[in-house]
């Protein structure tokens, strides 16, 4: 049902290494397929997207403006749902904002004492792209998480793209753009979508960034189009890993690493304890509530192809190895998550304690559930306000200053032959 491994077995590292393995999806003809398409969108716009939407979203557009969501049709979405959704889409939106809002950057300047002004300029980006998967497979969370934080930023302009599959739109996800204050709705997806976000079309305007989740084709539109587009990462399967001393209750552990099995068979779930005994309790547990899941045929195969139950040797021991996978959602499920802290290196998001569960993170808890995956998160961080902005470097220098670096940028100048680049320094030099 699940894998058991030992720290102290002689072939851990090796069955670990294992575990942890994973491969980008790849498919005959993919890539070939994915830049066709990227390269007629960016030839014949509007007509290409509308033919590939037709063909691969089953629907019957003529015109481009077939394609465009109104806000009137984001408000009465909004309408639509009950009022416990609403409510529950605006209190997520209000403690993302509030979270988003800590980690907005100011620009900067100082002087030196020779009159030089150094410093840097913070810009918000002009507008960006947010993909949403469409049909069954919606996200009204992504749409927040994504939204939020560029407008958080100062983003002017967030465009959403989302296909509606034989015309089927839910209304969900509208609901949290109207909430998210997205500036327009384009129901296209796939490939062509990307496409029209990064090159633009009659009716797409081009952005300077794509962020959100999607499917092989998505991602491998992203990233062909990086370089003329930021975007925000390459995102692989979910993973959970959770630390537990062996006092909570073992239902709590089995539904956390179920939390991130159900979101398809190549997700990852990790359970690490010095405790034998309670490792036993948890895998009684997922015998017991897996058979209760609506996904729980997902939750089998994700368990048992990449699942695992490790005993190890002590709690020091279960955060070096969770520094080693680096993973995206950590749980800290012990009596005092506050001194494993320091020593935790790699993780996307950390969850403190026996009563924070990974889903809080997902949904409302205020930080973004954009994170970094397959061991990414050792060089990389969550999705932010950060990631909606640019730096500009600002110098200005005095007639004093520039004297005085000039004489060093000569030197260094003449050091690479750069002759030109010595003389502009030179001729500020006061004689």
């Given at each position: 049902?699940?894998?058991?491994?030992d720290?102290?077995?002689?072939?851990f590292?090796?069955?670990?290494?294992?575990?942890?393995?994973?491969?980008?999806?790849?498919?005959?003809?993919?890539e070939?397929?994915?830049?066709?398409?990227?390269?007629?969108?960016?030839?014949?716009?509007?007509?290409?997207?509308?033919?590939?939407?037709?063909?691969?979203?089953?629907?019957?557009?003529?015109?481009?403006?077939?394609?465009v969501?109104?806000?009137?049709?984001?408000?009465?979405?909004?309408d639509?749902?009950?009022?416990?959704?609403k409510?529950?889409?605006?209190?997520?939106?209000?403690?993302?904002r509030?979270?988003?809002?800590?980690?907005?950057?100011?620009?900067?300047?100082?002087?030196?004492?020779?009159?030089?002004?150094?410093?840097?300029?913070?810009?918000?980006?002009?507008r960006?792209?947010?993909?949403v998967p469409?049909?069954?497979?919606?996200?009204?969370?992504?749409?927040?998480?994504?939204?939020?934080?560029?407008?958080?930023?100062?983003?002017?302009?967030?465009?959403?793209?989302?296909?509606?599959?034989?015309?089927?739109?839910?209304?969900?996800?509208?609901?949290?753009?109207?909430?998210?204050?997205?500036?327009?709705?384009?129901t296209?997806?796939?490939?062509?979508?990307?496409?029209?976000?990064?090159?633009?079309?009659?009716?797409?305007?081009?952005?300077?960034?794509?962020?959100?989740?999607?499917?092989?084709?998505?991602?491998?539109?992203?990233?062909?189009?990086?370089g003329?587009?930021?975007?925000?990462?390459?995102?692989?399967?979910?993973e959970?890993l959770?630390i537990?001393?062996?006092?909570?209750?073992?239902?709590?552990?089995?539904?956390d690493?179920?939390?991130?099995?159900?979101?398809?068979?190549?997700?990852?779930?990790?359970?690490?304890?010095?405790?034998?005994?309670f490792?036993?309790?948890v895998?009684?547990?997922?015998?017991?509530?897996?058979?209760?899941?609506?996904?729980?045929?997902?939750?089998?195969?994700?368990?048992?192809?990449?699942?695992?139950?490790?005993k190890?040797?002590?709690?020091?021991?279960?955060?070096?190895i969770?520094?080693?996978?680096?993973?995206?959602?950590?749980?800290?499920?012990?009596?005092?998550?506050?001194?494993?802290?320091?020593?935790?290196?790699?993780?996307?998001?950390?969850?403190?304690?026996?009563y924070?569960?990974?889903?809080?993170?997902?949904?409302?808890?205020?930080?973004?559930?954009?994170?970094?995956?397959?061991?990414?998160?050792?060089?990389?961080?969550?999705?932010?306000?950060?990631?909606?902005?640019?730096?500009?470097?600002?110098?200005?220098c005095?007639?004093?200053?520039?004297?005085?670096?000039?004489?060093?940028?000569?030197?260094?100048?003449?050091?690479?032959?750069?002759?030109?680049?010595?003389?502009?320094?030179?001729?500020?030099?006061e004689k």
């Open positions: 049902m699940i894998n058991r491994l720290s102290s077995q002689a072939d590292s090796a069955a670990l290494d294992s575990l942890l393995q994973w491969e980008a999806e790849q498919q005959d003809g993919i070939k397929t994915v830049r066709e398409i990227l390269l007629d969108v960016k030839a014949r716009g509007d007509l290409a997207l509308i033919e590939f939407t037709n063909k691969f979203d089953r629907r019957e557009v003529q015109q481009a403006s077939e394609l969501l109104t806000e009137e049709s984001l408000q009465a979405a909004l639509s749902i009950s009022a416990q959704e409510a529950a889409l605006e209190t997520a939106a209000e403690r993302i509030s979270y988003h809002q800590k980690q907005v950057q100011e620009s900067w300047q100082y002087t030196e004492s020779n009159g030089s002004v150094l410093g840097q300029k913070i810009t918000p980006l002009d960006v792209g947010l993909y469409g049909g069954k497979a919606s996200y009204p969370s992504s749409v927040l998480m994504s939204a939020v934080p560029a407008k958080v930023a100062g983003v002017q302009e967030v465009v959403l793209v989302t296909p509606t599959p034989a015309g089927e739109v839910n209304q969900l996800v509208l609901a949290a753009a109207a909430v998210a204050g997205v500036t327009s709705v384009i296209v997806g796939g490939a062509q979508a990307v496409a029209a976000l990064a090159y633009g079309t009659e009716t797409v305007p081009r952005v300077d960034k794509i962020v959100g989740p999607g499917n092989i084709f998505v991602a491998t539109a992203k990233r062909e189009v990086f003329t587009v930021d975007i925000d990462m390459i995102a692989g399967p979910s959970i959770i537990c001393d062996g006092k909570t209750d073992p239902d709590w552990v089995a539904m690493l179920f939390s991130q099995a159900e979101h398809d068979e190549q997700a990852q779930s990790i359970l690490l304890c010095p405790d034998a005994s490792l036993e309790q895998e009684a547990s997922i015998a017991k509530l897996l058979p209760t899941l609506q996904r729980k045929d997902i939750v089998k195969v994700s368990l048992a192809n990449r699942g695992a139950l490790i190890v040797k002590d709690l020091h021991e279960a955060v070096d969770a520094n080693r996978i680096a993973p995206e959602h950590l749980e800290l499920s012990v009596d005092a998550p506050e001194s494993l802290l320091p020593a935790i290196k790699h993780a996307g998001a950390i969850f403190m304690g026996r924070t569960s990974e889903s809080l993170g997902d949904y409302c808890a205020g930080p973004n559930h954009v994170l970094p995956t397959s061991g990414t998160a050792r060089f990389s961080s969550p999705l932010g306000t950060y990631d909606f902005v640019k730096r500009s470097s600002i110098i200005a005095s007639p004093q200053a520039a004297s005085e670096l000039g004489k060093v940028a000569s030197v260094l100048a003449r050091g690479e032959s750069l002759e030109a680049h010595a003389l502009a320094a030179e001729f500020r030099i």
